[in-house]
């Protein structure tokens, strides 16, 4: 077997964390579903005892997301190489929390999936004490003033969800680690992938996934994953994997290794639709802005080009006409699917006010700036032609 870590991003996804099965050769992983197993002697056994702390198809799963996020620990010295499979991207986000103390500091980007506020406000400040303070994370001198020796753990997305702000990661972690060497820096990857952007190997500590997005590709399975180059820290989450216990099952982990297969080629046309669909919304006079990565207008699009290889398929539109027009279009669309979620080979379209951020409060939204206008479109790997003529009478 080749060493995946040789290989491009292309035969990665194909081939990295998997070998034939060795009693058969089964070139797929085999689900392995049972819950235990037998064991020679009290203690004596093949490297597995309980599902809970190993299994043989997770730990396939757990390899891949390590080796494409660009691990750089061994099998030899951890059997997932430093990658971790959950139940879903919230039980991946609960378990990094659970790293931290009683009554941590935690400097948060201030705009995060809706899911993830509620974890950290209604929570976690509750259950845990945690402490935590949103910034802008788009100008480094607010990080600079928000960061202290005493915060121990950074969180942020890039691009954020759903605003798509731009975070200079190589910044974050230089100004971070100058102020506490031991923070943390974790990056919730959902929206890039590691086939746009690998946040370990600009110096982050975590990379965080909902799975359920792109890496599964097909919304037919709910899974988060987590990953890091650091030994110390794959034990602790290790530990705390084994001990709570928010595991992807066995079947779900060959969902999402059959689904990231695929990823290459579907990030590819998700790439290449997402920045003309999104240039084809900007030439429109109907826009009040529209935003994406790969565009020349995005304010952040010379750090899009430094650290991501592809500007994904996410944009952010805010129309004309506010919550009436928005409401109009979203009944309208017929490719489209009026849906939460994203990153699916179907194109999605939703309202992150009343549907995925209705748990961030009014206030904070309207500070940020996700107004009944804005509308977040995920788009999938249909002909582009069939999605703008659907936008397109959608809007007229
Ligand atoms: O849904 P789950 O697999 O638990 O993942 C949560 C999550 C974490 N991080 C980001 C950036 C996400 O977008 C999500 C889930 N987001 C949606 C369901 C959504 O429609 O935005």
Known sequence: MIDPRETRPGTRVVHAGQRPEPTTGAVMPPIFLSSTYAQDSPGVHKGFDYTRAQNPTRYALERMIALLEGSTISEETDPSCGGFAFSSGMAATSLILDLLDQGSRVVTGDDLYGGTHRLFKQVRERSQGLQTIPVDLTDTKNFEDAMTSDTAMVWLETPTNPLLKVIDLEAI????????????????????????????????????????????????????????????????????????????????????????????????????????????????????????????????????????????????????????????????????????????????????????????????????????????????????????????????
């Open 173 to 396: 972690v230089r100004i971070a680690k100058a102020k506490n060497p031991n923070t943390i820096v974790v990056c919730d990857n959902t929206f890039a992938t590691p086939l746009n952007q690998r946040p370990l190997l600009l110096g982050c500590d975590i990379v965080m996934h909902s799975a359920t997005k792109y890496l599964n590709g097909h919304s037919d399975c709910v899974a988060g994953l987590l990953a890091t180059s650091d030994p110390e820290l794959a034990d602790r989450i290790r530990f705390i994997q084994k001990s709570a216990g928010p595991v992807l099952s066995p079947f779900d982990s060959y969902m999402v290794l059959r689904g990231v297969k695929t990823l290459d080629v579907r990030m590819q046309r998700h790439n290449e639709s997402g920045l003309s669909i999104a240039r084809w919304l900007e030439s429109r006079s109907d826009m009040e802005r529209v935003v994406h990565p790969g565009l020349l207008s995005h304010p952040q699009h010379e750090i899009a080009k430094k650290q991501m290889t592809g500007f994904g398929g996410m944009i952010t539109i805010f129309v004309e006409g506010g919550i009436d027009r928005a409401r109009t279009m979203l009944e309208r669309v017929k490719v489209f699917a009026l849906a939460e979620s994203l990153g699916g080979v179907e194109s999605l379209i939703e309202h992150p006010a009343i549907m995925t951020h209705a748990s961030v409060p009014p206030d904070q939204r309207a500070e940020l700036g996700i107004s009944d206008s804005l509308i977040r479109l995920s788009v999938g790997i249909e002909d582009p032609a069939d999605l703008i003529a659907d936008l397109e009478q959608a809007l007229a």
